[in-house]
């Protein structure tokens, strides 16, 4: 029986995952792994754990900063999470997610702020939402030596326009154009397209379509890989939870226990108790008590 390699040794001896360690992975038919993190620590457990790569969402807004939708979420916000998960992760690819109006004004601001999540975030690459609207931004970025990762399907950037949070592709129209964008992106140089809500079969067949690997949420088995959301595979998030969500864990529920457990424990003195206290010499003690008033 082979002994088990522990945890640290493991993450010590992994390669750094790259684009081209993407690329390969789908041409030898294996399965890439990526989910989000936001802080240092998450960084460091979701790396250590061999995971691919990990995107800085811009779900920071919802599921860490407690906002209503992706919208108000700033490059700042960005960049400061991002360097949070850059100091914890070592091995994984790092994506760093595009904000809401960081990249939809000019093909100019979006390649200076890409810049930025390499420069001064710690990011490998960066994603942005949107299909042909975006060709002249990805070209503009991927030329400037940043990789890009598209994000075709349910965008939630642009749920208003959406109608809100809802599947995409549904019709054999939509399931088209969807078709094109993902191939309009292939062109304009994207390393790898995050495909979000769309039909198993129209995600089967753009990632069978594209030489690039398709990444999946809510997109079923045939893409070339899968992105969860960390916090709602822990149970972290309270709000609700998508239906293509597989939850791992209950971490909302144990926080809870944790925490509730902590408050009776002081409310009872059991805590602290003798082991997570100092003491003084009795001497010193002494000397003490017969230098006081
Ligand atoms: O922001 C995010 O977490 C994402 C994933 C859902 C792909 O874009």
New binding site residues.
Partial sequence: MSTPVPVSARAITRKKVTTLTFRQKKERGEPITML?AYDYPTALAVDNAGVDSI?V???LAMVVLGYEN?LSVTMEDMLHHSRAVSRGAKSALLIG?MPFMSYQVSVEEATRNAGRFLQQGGMDAV?LEGGRERADAVRSITNAGIPVMG?LGLTPQSINQLGGFRAQGKTAVAAKRLVEDALILEEAGAFSI?L?SVPVRLAELISKKLSIPTIG?GAGVGCDGQ?L?THDLLGLFDRFTPKFVKKYANFHDSMHKAFTDYIDDVETRRFPAQEHTVDMEDKEWATLLNNLD
């Fill in positions: 989000t995107l969402g811009d779900s992706t997610d994603k994000h995050v979000e949420i992105v959301v």
